[in-house]
């Protein structure tokens, strides 16, 4: 069965410091893959995307990620962060022939920023 | 460009009521899906619609419905409302089917009492 698997429900961070969250997929085949942040009550902003090509992907708010074929991963990272990075991030797969548009999503990592 | 809008924001039910969701997803876009986010549950995936066809369905009793119109327009229904129902429904909306990209909009929060 397709999943995606985010090994860390929370993680905290200090303002300023690396942060990197973790993303495992689990697929017959490489999925197009995805990291979207949701902030209380909202809906999901999306943050960057991976469909081939570099395996490392810049996106929005200086957010980054490196996908790695060899570990079925897709990594999160930004070098310095901010106090208004404080969120859930989501990471999700799709791209399956005849899945549409539809993603599976992993169960998120709630991001604490201590000031 | 507006984004995609859900109606209502905030919804309170009883249980053994309908509800009805509505989405306008961006303009252009024709493929609206929506997702059930709960905490116990996480995001699971309902169906999907384009060109005004059901085209993927996930694992979700017949109680959850949907339709699509010809603006591209969705609307979700809920029939015979549970506690278990309870949850924020989010729709996205995708350029095509197939388009590998989708955009969120804030969700309906649906309370079932």
């Known amino acids: 069965a397709q999943s995606v698997t985010q090994p860390d429900i929370h993680i905290t961070v200090s303002e300023g410091a690396s942060l990197e969250l973790r993303c495992n997929y689990s697929?017959?085949?490489?999925?197009?893959l995805f990291w979207y942040v949701q902030s209380p009550g909202q809906g999901l902003q999306l943050l960057l995307k991976y469909f081939s090509g570099d395996t490392l992907v810049q996106g929005i708010k200086g957010f980054e990620a490196e996908f790695k074929r060899s570990q079925s991963s897709f990594n999160l990272r930004k070098p310095s962060v901010h106090w208004s990075d404080a969120a859930e991030y989501f990471c999700?797969?799709?791209?399956?022939?005849?899945?549409?548009?539809?993603?599976?999503f992993g169960t998120g990592t709630q991001l604490k920023v201590e000031l | 460009k507006a984004g995609v809008t859900q109606t209502p924001r905030y919804l309170i039910k009883t249980r053994g009521q309908q509800v009805t969701l509505s989405c306008s997803p961006i303009s252009g876009h024709r493929s609206v899906s929506w997702y059930q986010q709960t905490p116990g549950q996480g995001l699971q995936f309902l169906f999907e619609y384009f060109s005004e066809t059901q085209r993927n369905k996930g694992n979700f009793p017949g109680r959850f419905s949907g339709r699509q119109f010809s603006n591209s327009r969705s609307e979700m229904n809920v029939s015979t409302l549970e506690l278990g129902d309870s949850a924020l429904y989010l729709c996205a909306s995708s350029l095509a089917y197939q388009a590998n990209e989708a955009f969120f909009g804030q969700g309906t929060r649906l309370t079932v009492v």
């Open positions: 697929y017959g085949a490489t999925p197009y």
């Open positions: 999700a797969a799709g791209g399956v022939t005849g899945g549409g548009n539809k993603l599976t």
